[in-house]
């Protein structure tokens, strides 16, 4: 099994531009979630899956779209990046709802000039 | 705002003493885990508590989960090298199920 992949590891983007960063799990697992890390801040939550077809807003939804097509893959988009968005992206699994042991994946390090 | 907060923000450790980070919630949890993570890398589940005042404990570490379910802490005894990292403590609130919310984290650095 690889776990939770992402990619890509690294991306600089500028301001206004698009992008999706990949996230993808073979682990079957049912919930899927987006958070994002910034420095004195922890872990925030920006949006979540609890199956195929379903998704909801965390703490911080604005400016970022997901959708949930299959199980395994959970993108997510940058509508129009900000330097506000700079940050580590990390993609999570877990076998049915938060309440399980959360899957990490490597994260995506993204810096917007 | 952050309901979820986590105290000490640092800790400067010599090797071989013991310390305690805390974990506490405005609201009270369903559920309380804790993860690690190294310098570069990412969140890596430790440990799940659920019921009022439980205690687990994982070779140096001990978990508790307090009586009213609002607090939680992670004791290491004989801290080792291998223990430097970020320990994050999350939570959930009955009336925010699917949404997991992370405290800040302790940044322990241990001193040889």
């Known amino acids: 099994n690889a776990g939770v992949t992402q990619t890509p590891k690294f991306q600089v983007l500028k301001t206004g531009q698009s992008m999706t960063l990949q996230c993808a799990q073979d682990m079957n697992h049912e919930y899927m979630s987006w958070y994002r890390q910034d420095p004195g801040m922890g872990l925030r939550l920006i949006h979540y899956?609890?199956?195929?077809?379903?998704?909801d807003q965390g703490e911080v939804p604005n400016g970022y779209n997901v959708s949930r097509s299959t199980t395994e893959d959970f993108p997510l988009r940058l509508l129009s990046a900000a330097p506000s968005q700079t940050s580590v992206y990390f993609c999570a699994s877990s076998y049915s709802d938060s309440a399980d042991t959360q899957y990490f994946g490597p994260g995506t390090r993204l810096t917007v000039l | 705002g952050q309901q979820v907060m986590q105290i000490p923000q640092y800790q400067h450790v010599q090797e071989g003493e013991d310390f305690t980070t805390y974990c506490n919630s405005s609201t009270t949890l369903s559920n309380i885990q804790w993860y690690k993570q190294r310098p570069g890398g990412h969140p890596v589940f430790l440990i799940q508590l659920v019921k009022s005042g439980e205690v687990k404990k994982q070779k140096r570490l001990t978990f508790q989960f307090g009586e009213a379910k609002k607090n939680s802490s992670l004791h290491i005894t004989a801290t080792q090298t291998t223990d430097v990292g970020t320990y994050f403590c999350a939570g959930m609130t009955t009336d925010s199920w699917g949404k997991l919310q992370f405290g800040a984290g302790t940044q322990v650095v241990v001193t040889p």
């Open positions: 899956s609890v199956g195929a077809g379903i998704t």
